[in-house]
């Protein structure tokens, strides 16, 4: 299982769109696509940033299934911008951070 983390800034005044279109739309969206097995937004509480870093509104945590996730980013890339996965004018889409982690190692209590 791997995981994409993405830092998502809400235009000014527009958080509460921005979490629903998150919550009702984009989520939704992104698990039908093959490969996408949980999503979870999350507020942005910073600890510790630089200097000039963006001041992210929301955490977005997807887990993404197999052995190769590009497979599946490109997949999801095709649709980003679609009538199956519209994009809200309430992100500030300049101001957003995405990683994916490959799993590697992963150890429970």
């Known amino acids: 299982m791997h995981k994409m983390v993405v830092l998502a800034k ?3 005044g527009r958080a509460e769109e921005l979490a629903r279109w998150y919550d009702e739309q984009h989520i939704p969206d992104l698990l039908a696509v093959p490969g996408f097995v949980s999503g979870e937004r ?4 910073p600890v510790k940033a630089p200097e ?11 887990e993404i299934a197999g052995d190769n996730p590009m497979t599946v980013l490109a997949t999801m890339g095709g649709l980003m911008g679609t009538e199956k996965m519209p994009v809200s004018d309430a992100l500030e889409s300049v101001h957003t951070l995405s990683v994916v982690g490959l799993s590697r190692y992963r150890q429970d209590n």
């Open 10 to 12: 809400a235009a000014a």
């Open 42 to 45: 999350h507020a942005v509480f």
């Open 52 to 62: 000039g870093t963006t001041q992210w509104d929301f955490m977005l945590i997807y």
